[in-house]
Structure formats: C-alpha cells, structure tokens
C-alpha cells in the first residue's frame, strides 16, 4: 500500500505554524470555516457527478 505521508508532513506542518501565529478563537473559526469548505467541495462534487450520470 502506497502512502502519501508527504501530504500528512505538510498539513502538520501548516496546523503547527497556525498554532503559533494564531490564537484559541481564530484556530477555532478558521477550522470551523475549513470544515464548512470541505463539506461544500464535497456536495459540488456530488452534484457534478450526478448531473454528469442523468444528462
């Protein structure tokens, strides 16, 4: 099985320069507001991929 740790180094990397720059209330907001994001690309997909199999 291929792994693709390069991508798990870089968010931990990211989440860690987050932390330092920013304080408890904007991590909060800012990962609340990434995880609306995740959820939006998720249903436009979703969507995409429907119309695509209907039309």
Do not use: R
């Not at 870089?10 to 995880?35: G, H, Y």
């Not at 994001?37 to 429907?50: D, F, K, P, R, V």
């Amino acid at each position: 099985m291929k792994t693709n740790c390069s991508n798990l180094y870089i968010l931990s990397t990211i989440a860690c320069q987050l932390a330092d720059c920013l304080d408890e209330q904007q991590l909060e907001t800012l990962s609340a507001d990434l995880t609306v994001l995740g959820y939006m690309i998720e249903s436009l997909m979703a969507h995409n991929t429907s119309c695509k199999n209907d039309c």
